[in-house]
């Protein structure tokens, strides 16, 4: 991995050098888009509507128009605001972590110490464990003033940003102002059918399908060209019971006896599995 920013996290008057990294990265295939016709790549140009030549990006600021005047940013600009300079990551306040709402989480950074003293980082991670709390901060970057969680995942300690409070949106849906009744007999399945699908956690048991699917797609059409059959490479899809206007009661009976029969599949495949390797 290779560092995006350098400072320090700071409360009080402790300073916790660190270095910042992305936590994720993205999986998915990446596709350019061509002209139907000849497969010719489609580019795209950043052409100034004045002189009508193509411009580099090192030639290139930005602009704020409010309708009747245009304001000019250049980098220099933009380098020169106080919050831009700042290479500190601010402690504003602990909070309990279970009053952060998940809706606010954005994107995620793992914190190394840069100090060949780990002390104070070792010393803010287990204080945040011991005491489930989590620290709000403030940093600037990539031109952005971010509010942040500082929390610890494992061993390290990891920054995720969080959306201010006016980019989430409020959820007013007519729909739910509407007294619905609902019966003892629909609650005692509903909660059946959540305990048929109940399970621990681990997302190594989760696949992107579409990735996978895509992949395939490439390699088949590499290999066979125009000649390819996606049904013969997929065998046809399966079709559900959409089409089915089920009474509320009968859709959670299926499903939980639907669950139940494909535990209970997936649990002989696991003995007969595990009785194959002993035998041999």
């Known amino acids: 991995m290779r560092a995006i920013w350098k400072g320090a996290v700071a409360f009080g008057l402790v300073n916790v050098p660190v270095k910042v990294y992305s936590a994720t990265e993205d999986h998915d295939i990446s596709l350019h888009q061509v002209h139907d016709k000849d497969g010719g790549r489609i580019r795209y140009q950043r052409r100034c509507e004045i002189c009508g030549e193509v411009v580099e990006y090192k030639n290139i600021d930005k602009a ?22 700042s290479r500190e990551i601010e402690v504003v306040e602990f909070v309990p972590s279970e009053q952060i709402d998940p809706i606010m989480f954005d994107r995620a950074y793992y914190l190394e110490p840069d100090s060949k003293s780990t002390k104070a980082y070792v010393l803010l991670r287990r204080t945040l464990e011991e005491t489930d709390r989590t620290a709000i901060v403030k940093f600037s970057l990539r031109q952005k003033s971010r509010l942040a969680a500082l929390r610890v995942r494992g061993d ?44 621990d956690f681990d997302p190594e048991n989760f696949k992107d399908d579409y990735q996978e699917q895509l992949r395939t797609l490439i390699e088949a059409k590499l290999e066979k060209g125009e000649a390819l059959d996606t049904d013969e490479t997929f065998g046809e899809t399966e079709e559900g019971e959409g089409g089915n206007v089920l ?20 649990g002989a495949g696991k003995k007969t599995s595990k009785a194959s390797k002993k035998g041999a």
Do not use: C, H
């Not at 704020?64 to 300079?85: F, I, N, Q």
């Not at 739910?176 to 629909?186: H, T």
């Not at 009474?247 to 997936?266: F, H, I, P, Q, Y």
């Open 247 to 266: 009474d509320l009661m009968e859709a959670l009976r299926r499903s939980v006896e639907k669950n139940r029969e494909k535990k209970t599949g997936e």
């Open 64 to 85: 704020y128009d409010d309708g009747e005047r245009t304001v000019v940013l250049t980098s220099e600009d933009l380098a020169s605001l106080p919050v831009e300079k």
């Open 156 to 199: 390290v300690l990891m920054v995720q940003t969080l959306l201010w409070q006016d980019e989430v949106r409020e959820a007013n849906f007519p729909a739910l102002d509407e007294k619905v009744r609902i019966s003892a007999k629909e609650k005692e399945m509903s909660a059946a059918l959540v305990e048929s699908f109940s399970s």
